[in-house]
């Protein structure tokens, strides 16, 4: 939406434990056990692990650094797959994985570079106990039925695979984890080619590492202010603001499918900053003019708008206008929080979700959105009237991006 209204269009298509393993399983209560203690550089993060639930264990440990990225994995046939992230607090970190009842599951830990590996066991369930129906003439109660286990949780390159509403899985086909210290350019080219306006005032998109870095454990892309007006590479004027964005342009593209991203803003309530996850087609297989040729923004943040996120679709819709339930929805999010965004998309259905729960279906089946689609994700400056740069916006910002996975 916003984006969209800001930037300039014309250029845009153009480049756009093995842990001493002391899992042990109590005769009583099946409690898994696993060494604890303070974390050192060698060993990596130190493990506890204790029942928390049914099919659920808690793991909590310390790492080497007070704040840290803790990353799980889960052993496979096929090697490691990656379970979830969490982050450690004070040296301290806890979090849950899931066991299925009567297995035992081998499990990494990685932080600060240092893996540890440990077992987690599960007990069988135990059958409920059924009292003998009452010997009198009246006829028994009904038995009710048994409820039906839950399908097993299996995973791939992205973790855990989600569920269809059919109850087969989705497939990944792409996920970035952003665990390194430099962007992935087999995945990612940074934005060069467009500017975002605020008022008379533009940020010029640049790939440079104040606006676009990797570290601990996630993307961020920033809005910062220079000392002095820069030249832009999008062959405007010069300016002292320059933001971050990426895309897959060019590198991946995909029709359908299942996208998700976990991002964290700017904490603010003064207006002139505004993020987007968003999705454009791919101009190697699309050469409509926008809005007809499609774009769907998962998800739009708006700093005048602090506990709002929106979804917006953007076709041939747009000639009417923003009309909501349709093409446009506002669901609760807070600023500096970590929300989740997800959009399941189909031949005749677009569905997108804040943090698990339903913001926007859309089922005009247009054909704007029957093709392939890229990523991106982007850290701009506020363009709308209500939204526009102020002397209260806070300079620098940054847009955080713990993960994207995509799926089929």
């Not at 009246?138 to 269809?164: E, L, N």
Request: glycine letters at 6%; charged letters at 15%; hydrophobic letters at 35%.
């Amino acid at each position: 939406m916003g984006l969209r209204r800001v930037s300039t269009r014309s250029t845009r298509t153009a480049r756009l434990g093995t842990l001493l393993s002391l899992a042990v399983m109590t005769a009583s209560a099946a409690i898994l056990v696993a060494t604890s203690g303070a974390a050192s550089a060698q060993s990596g993060p130190s493990v506890a692990v204790r029942v928390a639930g049914d099919e659920y264990v808690a793991v909590s440990g310390r790492t080497t650094s007070a704040s840290a990225t803790v990353r799980f994995e889960r052993r496979t046939d096929a090697g490691w797959a990656f379970v979830k992230r969490a982050r450690s607090h004070s040296h301290r970190y806890s979090t849950t994985l899931f066991v299925p009842a009567g297995t035992s599951q081998k499990f990494r830990v990685t932080s600060n570079h240092r893996s540890r590996t440990f077992v987690a066991s599960m007990p069988e369930r135990k059958a409920p106990s059924v009292t003998p129906a009452p010997t009198t003439t009246a006829p028994a109660a009904p038995t009710a039925p048994t409820a039906k286990p839950p399908a097993p949780v299996t995973y791939d390159d992205c973790g855990a695979q989600p569920r269809k509403a059919d109850g087969s899985t989705w497939s990944c086909t792409f996920h970035d984890g952003f665990d390194g210290t430099t962007l992935d350019r087999t995945k990612w080219v940074p934005n060069t080619a467009f500017v975002t306006w605020s008022g008379t005032t533009h940020a010029c998109y640049r790939d440079d590492p104040s606006n676009v870095s990797v570290a601990n454990g996630a993307l961020t892309l920033r809005l910062v202010k220079l000392d002095a007006p820069a030249p832009c590479a999008a062959a405007v004027s010069p300016t002292q603001y320059m933001a971050g964005s990426v895309s897959t342009y060019h590198l991946f593209s995909q029709q359908y499918g299942r996208f998700e991203a976990r991002i964290k803003t700017e904490a603010t309530t003064s207006p002139g900053l505004h993020e987007a996850f968003w999705l454009w087609p791919d101009d190697r297989y699309s050469t409509i003019a926008w809005p007809d040729s499609g774009e769907i923004d998962v998800a739009e943040s708006f700093s005048a708008y602090a506990s709002v996120t929106g979804s917006y679709l953007h076709y041939s819709a747009d000639h009417v206008g923003l009309l909501y339930g349709t093409n446009a929805s506002n669901c609760a999010a807070n600023r500096g929080e970590w929300n989740t965004y997800t959009v399941e998309w189909g031949p005749s259905r677009i569905e997108t979700f804040l943090n698990g729960t339903s913001c926007l279906v859309n089922t005009s089946g247009d054909t704007a959105f029957q093709k392939r689609y890229i990523i991106n994700l982007t850290q701009a400056i506020g363009g709308a009237t209500w939204n526009q740069l102020s002397g209260t916006t806070p300079v620098p910002a940054s847009m955080q991006v713990d993960y994207v996975k995509v799926w089929r």
